[in-house]
């Protein structure tokens, strides 16, 4: 299965993107991420394993996976609380599954932590095959999409972690990767920054390629790929912090001060016993991914 995984991601990465550019299907996925998982999900999925994705949004990826697949189900879960100010994506990944005639469409309408523990609820005896983590990005909930869904997975699972510019998402692959050996870091590959602080022509090329990072996590049955860990950074301030706030008096309130420290950012800056945790180029969005590998393969 490793050469064929191998074979899926570097097809991707040397393709346009998308299989079918289908009017149908918009999102908030880069080209060659969609394109990765559908190359992955036919080469690893038959009848008696699924794909599995937290973070459904409107559709792009589970549909656009749902529609390369003969005879596997897809089952995705969104709680449908973010980006969905009027409350409509729910309905509009339905009416796109029915414009699309697709039947092995599973939408699981709940927390992905409600989801993921009762996960056999939804698959019955399947195994889960192929599994894309694309939901929350704090710390701890990307660390518990990946330990929740382990009694599920296949043998020779693959799983494929969105939005791995930011630092805390791969300080929480790294985590789960040192305390489960039998998983291995397959591919890595980041732009400079969040593409929404590049310049527009930086931006158009993330929109092909994966746009805000990605990791590729294979559960090495048989102990091929060596260990390899994404970049992180060994300062541990702000998880140090979270402490400090969840045992504040306003701990939900805090978050609406931050522009405050964009305004007065120089004299909170002198406030900083560690600068280096708290250097943050953009107002908004940093990822602390300038030096990171373009498409970098554990081989
Ligand atoms: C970036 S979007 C996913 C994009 C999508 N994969 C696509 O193809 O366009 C993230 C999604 O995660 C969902 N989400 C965020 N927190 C969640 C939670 N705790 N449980 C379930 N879903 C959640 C949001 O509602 C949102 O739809």
Redesign the pocket.
């Known amino acids: 299965m490793t050469e064929t995984y191998y074979k899926a991601i570097k097809e991707a990465v040397e393709s346009e993107g998308i299989i079918t550019d289908d009017k149908v299907l918009?999102?908030?996925?880069g080209h060659r991420m969609?394109r990765l998982l559908q190359n992955v999900a036919k080469a690893r999925l038959d009848e008696n394993t699924c794909y599995v994705?937290?973070?459904?949004?409107?559709?792009?990826?589970?549909l656009?996976v749902a529609k390369e697949l003969d005879n596997a189900q897809v089952y995705g879960?969104?709680?449908?609380?973010?980006?969905?100010r009027e409350g409509k994506?729910l309905s509009i990944v339905n009416e796109r599954t029915q414009k699309l005639n697709l039947s092995n469409v599973n939408l699981i309408n709940?927390?992905?932590?409600d989801?993921l523990e009762n996960l056999s609820q939804h698959i019955g005896a399947k195994k889960v095959g192929v599994y894309?983590v694309?939901?929350?990005?704090d710390y701890r909930?990307q660390l518990m999409c990946l330990e929740l869904i382990k009694p599920f997975l296949a043998d020779h699972a693959i799983i494929i972690i969105?939005?791995c510019n930011y630092r805390h998402v791969r300080q929480a692959n790294r985590d789960f990767l040192f305390n489960n050996k039998e998983f291995k870091l397959m591919f890595q590959s980041y732009t400079r920054c969040h593409p929404l602080n590049l310049n527009a022509e930086e931006r158009k090329e993330a929109e092909k390629d994966f746009w805000n990072g990605v990791n590729v996590i294979v559960k090495d049955s048989d102990n091929k790929l060596k260990e390899a860990y994404p970049p992180t950074h060994r300062d541990r301030t702000l998880y140090e912090n979270e402490h400090i706030i969840q045992t504040s008096k306003h701990p939900d309130a805090i978050v609406h001060l931050l522009p405050l420290s964009n305004a007065f950012g120089g004299l909170l800056k002198s406030l900083s016993k560690k600068k280096a945790a708290t250097a943050g180029a953009f107002n908004m969005m940093n990822t602390y991914s300038d030096e990171l590998p373009k498409n970098n393969f554990n081989e």
Request: glycine residues 10%.
């Open positions: 918009t999102g908030f996925s969609v994705e937290v973070g459904v949004f409107q559709g792009l990826t589970l656009s879960i969104d709680n449908f609380a973010f980006f969905d994506n709940q927390d992905y932590e989801a894309f694309d939901g929350p990005h909930s969105d939005d």
